[in-house]
């Protein structure tokens, strides 16, 4: 190893970084979202276009006219990342772009506005707010239980069109300017969110590309929740960074990957691993096939494989299956508001009582099938709510999952689980 990478490595150690390279380490949902606090210098990435990293990251590029601010992240994380980038160049803010509409890239956009300040973006911004806004307290337990934050406080509904909608300039399919000596090309690049685009500076061959691009299969299917997440989208927006010839691309979660061959390799498979997963699952519903089946047998092949830290494969074969088909799978008995629970009780009560059930679900933990564990553990609680042993397996199967876990989606879900679980026997609830 040179010296050069030594100390690179170094670097980002310091910073908390994950090398270049690297699988990304699923941290703790709590760790992931905390992401970068301890930057101490923007990082540099090309002449005048500087990175502070977090939960998103936010970029400044500066020109001899002003900056722009591309993303905003999170709220929590926003002062800390303009004291990093004003640090490097504390000319005024001409234009806040944002990639999309998801709260990590949202949250600063207070601190930066400064009198004067054009905010853009895609114009499917305003339904997308609007959407989020609509749905506000679905999404904030959600996000509280995700990512293991407090629950948000309770607020009144803004209504079906009541976000605050900041961008002053809107677009649809492209939209340039020019500041300085600098050509800005925005393009409309959907697949994470509907309005997701893609900042294209043609002098230094640089794309930003917001959350199309990450170190982890794409979360295809949030399980916070979301509206279908289109496959194809991801793959056509991938293709169209891949033909601006990017010399540098700059995800907004993660480092940037730089020279044109390094990015043909990484986003093609990507692109490729995405288009894989999607016309398996396409054969495999047209071949009369049921979704927990696809989501059993689809595997992507070895040379496509871009790990599940964050997205997993198994959550996007179901998202795109009832992203385009919905919910009713052909059994008659779903039809109706009568769910399979409702005869969990009678059921353990034939077998001998929520004791028989609890046993054999200890047997299957003990026998690595924990899923079937806690199946056995939602009937024996329908017959029993408060019964002790079978709270304390269903503790046992959500740690012997969370151990295993390498995704810090799933890893977060079932923190959640565990905490309401351990709330449950120390009689809390
Ligand atoms: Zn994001």
Redesign the pocket.
Known sequence: MSLARIVFCAVLIILGLPLKGQEPVPGNPADVIREGQNQKKALRIVEGVYQAVG??NTFMVTTSEGNVII?TSLAAGAAHHVKLLKAENAGPIRYIILT?G?G??TGGVGLWREPGTAIIAQRNHVEFMHYQARLHGFFGLRNAAQFALPRPAGREWPGNYGAKIEPSLLFDDRHEFNLGATKFELYHTPG?TPDHLTVWLPQSKAAFV??NYYQSFPNIYTLRGTQPRWALDYIHSLDKVLSLKPEVVLP??GLPIHGNAEITRLLTRYRDAVQYVHDETVKGMNAGKDVFTLMREIKLPAALDVGESYGKLSWSIRGIYEGYAGWFDLNPVTMYEVPSSSVHADLVRLAGGAGAIVKLAMERVEGGRAVEALHLIEAALAADPDSRPALEVRLKALHFLRDRSRNSNERGWLDYSIGVTKGKLAGKQ
Request: aromatic share 8%.
């Open positions: 939960f998103g993303d999309h998801h990590d890239h994470e917001g959350d907004s979660h």
